[in-house]
């Protein structure tokens, strides 16, 4: 507004300075001519200001509109609007770039209370960083569970329940984001994906050749030579005046030429398409293996529960011949034979679930891990959840739900650790680990004074649409979320010793929101109630 009012305003000077006679009746015909037009170049002003600020507030009602909609609906239901991990990036992505956009567009606007309410709450909008994270969990997702780009741009997801889809702007940004990490492969699907809705006819205000761009590097970066050329040449006929991308035609073929020539040689046949030198993993072989075993058991692939096992596995009323449980049991349904893994029905009451929730949500932060070299607690990409921890003080219900862990296990729950409630959202995952100490880690649980890990005790505190299984990447065991159940294992063999078998992996939630508490208890107390083995299997 005040940029048009500068120009309409100069405009008006420059008139009077021409004409200062200009409101005097003694004024000459030839100047009131000047006069007609300059008013004439003040309309046509006038008229660009009005087309302007009406684009702008036609820009803006839509906007509205479009947001009004959508909020009816998230707000209706916020957990399982975000449930869908491509519902919680585009939020994301909403409130760290669009809102900001819009409050650009709107910035001169002379509703003062707006502007100052939009930066009141910038304060809570997620940062470049958290947006980065969303696009990320996407990524993650799409590898874990073997999902194709136009799948997920077109929310074609098992399980969901509000739909959506992404933009080509959307799968452009996903691309710079992958890009960002040096993550090439991730780059070229995404930037393809733009391409390809661009191709049919989708609006965008990103140029192709910006799109080509990053595509023909990324495949340059992959090693496919070839494609690189061919993307380049298209960039190149699409844009004629970009300079890097002739000097990058002219390296990428002197490169394919080159490998041609070797590959005539050595007398070889191309191979296709060569693996990129950065999606090379640097990880041990064993730890590509457990984690390829542990994204198919997330996809329910590789699962080792043969026919012979399924016959060990029964279901009873467990009262662990407790006075409390004769007289109202728990339903007790085997999950794993060896080593043994229960589960246990309704042991929270929706009621329940919902007071640890309301407890929990205000002191949620990212969860850490204890670095093995350091014993810092620390931030890691495998781990990726919310979590908190609730002590007796905090309200009867945790007391009623430690008692009834008691009361389940038979363990003295005096020395375990306070009961963590962790959420894992859009992506959350926990790579496999162990939840006991071991060997080579001492000093992992010295501070405590109560011994080692005994037993997990896990409780799903919601459904989950689809993801977040519980799996043991070892034995390929797989444990699905179910509200108000609870699964029980020991960490520990009679003997003191680690049990090996028992390292798991929360798998990342694809549709939906996961909320589980754990209760970890340990050695101290239980010297009567799990006796030591005789030998060192036990």
């Known amino acids: 507004f005040f940029r ?196 049919q006819g989708e609006e965008s205000t990103v140029f192709k050749g910006e799109i080509l761009d990053y595509l023909s590097y990324s495949v340059y970066k992959m090693g496919d030579y070839g494609r690189a050329v061919e993307l380049t040449k298209r960039l190149i006929a699409i844009d004629p005046t970009h300079e890097r991308a002739k000097t990058n035609l002219q390296y990428f073929e002197s490169v394919l030429l080159e490998e041609s020539q070797k590959r005539d040689k050595n007398h070889q046949e191309p191979e296709g398409e060569v693996a990129s030198e950065d999606r090379v993993s640097i990880q041990p072989a064993n730890y590509v293996f457990e984690r390829d075993a542990y994204q198919a058991l997330c996809r329910g692939e590789g699962i080792k529960m043969t026919i012979r096992r399924q016959k060990r596995l029964f279901c009873r009323y467990h009262t662990n011949q407790h006075p409390r449980l004769i007289f109202k049991p728990f339903k007790e349904e085997d999950e794993w034979d060896s080593p043994h893994i229960v589960r246990y029905y309704d042991v929270l009451s929706d009621e329940e679930i919902q007071k640890i929730k309301q407890l929990a949500k205000p002191r949620l932060a990212r969860a850490t891990v204890k670095n093995s070299v350091t014993g810092v607690l620390e931030t890691a990409s495998y781990r990726i959840s919310q979590s908190a921890w609730l002590d007796d003080a905090e309200d009867p219900v945790i007391v009623r739900i430690n008692q009834r862990i008691a009361d389940i296990t038979g363990l003295d729950v005096e020395t375990a650790e306070l009961l963590q409630v962790a959420n894992y959202g859009v992506g959350g995952q926990y790579e496999p680990h162990f939840d006991f100490s071991r060997k080579e880690e001492p000093d992992a649980f010295r501070e405590l004074g109560t011994g080692n890990r005994l037993a997990t005790f896990l409780i799903y505190m919601s459904d989950v649409q689809a993801g977040g299984a519980t799996v043991f990447p070892d034995f390929g065991a797989a444990v699905y979320p179910k509200k108000g159940t609870a699964v029980f294992w020991y960490n520990l063999l009679r003997s003191g010793e680690g049990d090996y078998r028992t390292r798991h992996a929360a798998c990342p939630v694809l549709v939906g929101s996961k909320w589980v508490a754990n209760k970890w208890i340990h050695e101290r107390g239980q010297e009567f109630k799990r006796r030591c083995g005789l030998t060192e299997v036990d």
């Open 4 to 199: 048009y009012r500068e120009t309409f305003g100069l405009l008006f000077s420059f008139a009077l300075a021409q004409n200062p006679l200009a409101f005097t009746s003694k004024l000459m015909e030839s100047q009131m001519t000047d006069l007609i037009y300059t008013e004439k170049d003040l309309l046509q002003s006038l008229k660009e200001y009005i087309k302007a600020e009406e684009t702008k507030l036609t820009t803006i009602k839509n906007w509205a509109e479009k947001l009004d909609e959508l909020t009816q609906v998230s707000t209706s239901d916020p957990e399982g609007y975000l449930g869908h991990p491509v519902n919680a990036y585009k939020l994301m992505k909403r409130l760290n770039m669009e809102w900001q956009q819009l409050e650009s567009l709107v910035l001169q606007d002379t509703s003062d209370g707006f502007i100052a309410n939009l930066s009141l709450q910038r304060q809570r909008f997620p940062t470049d960083e958290d947006e980065s994270g969303a696009a990320l969990a996407l990524m993650r997702l799409q590898d874990t569970y073997k999902l194709d780009s136009d799948s997920i741009s077109r929310g074609n997801l098992p399980g969901v329940k509000y739909r959506t889809s992404l933009t080509v702007d959307d799968c452009f940004e996903l691309g710079k984001t992958a890009y960002g990490e040096s993550d090439y492969y991730h780059t070229a699907l995404w930037m393809q994906q733009a391409i390809k809705q661009l191709d």
